[in-house]
Nanobody
Framework: QVQLVESGGGSVQSGGSLRLSCAASGDPYRTYCMAWVRQAPGKEREVVAGIDTSGSTKYADSVKGRFTISRDNAKNTVYLQMNNLKPEDTAMYYC???????????????????WGQGTQVTVSS
């Protein structure tokens, strides 16, 4: 099993940037596919970015060109760099992980069985 702890959330104005971090512990981190999932009140979960063990990435259309997911296997950490933030990006952001996620399924939230507690991102206009 893997344990996940997110950090880096906060409040920014529209057009600003934030970098989220997710530190993993437990099983070898490099064997897990990772994702950032957000959920706003009254809305369904949305996987905004996923990265597999080889470093291949997928992004939701809503964040393409603005968000970048990356992983540092030496630090057991996955990052989400968020630029040009918009008010509609406001949500709780969760780090998620699982071992067996095919590349074409990286944006499916049901593929992930391990979740962090979340970090709030609020973007004001």
């Amino acid at each position: 099993q893997v344990q996940l702890v997110e950090s880096g959330g906060g409040s920014v104005q529209s057009g600003g940037s934030l970098r989220l971090s997710c530190a993993a512990s437990g099983d070898p981190y490099r064997t897990y596919c990772m994702a950032w999932v957000r959920q706003a009140p009254g809305k369904e979960r949305e996987v905004v970015a996923g990265i597999d063990t080889s470093g291949s990435t997928k992004y939701a259309d809503s964040v393409k060109g603005r968000f970048t997911i990356s992983r540092d296997n030496a630090k057991n950490t996955v990052y989400l760099q968020m630029n040009n933030l918009k008010p509609e990006d406001t949500a709780m952001y969760y780090c998620a992980a699982d071992r067996m996620v095919f590349k074409w399924n990286l944006l499916r939230p049901d593929e992930y069985n391990y979740w962090g507690q979340g970090t709030q991102v609020t973007v004001s206009s």
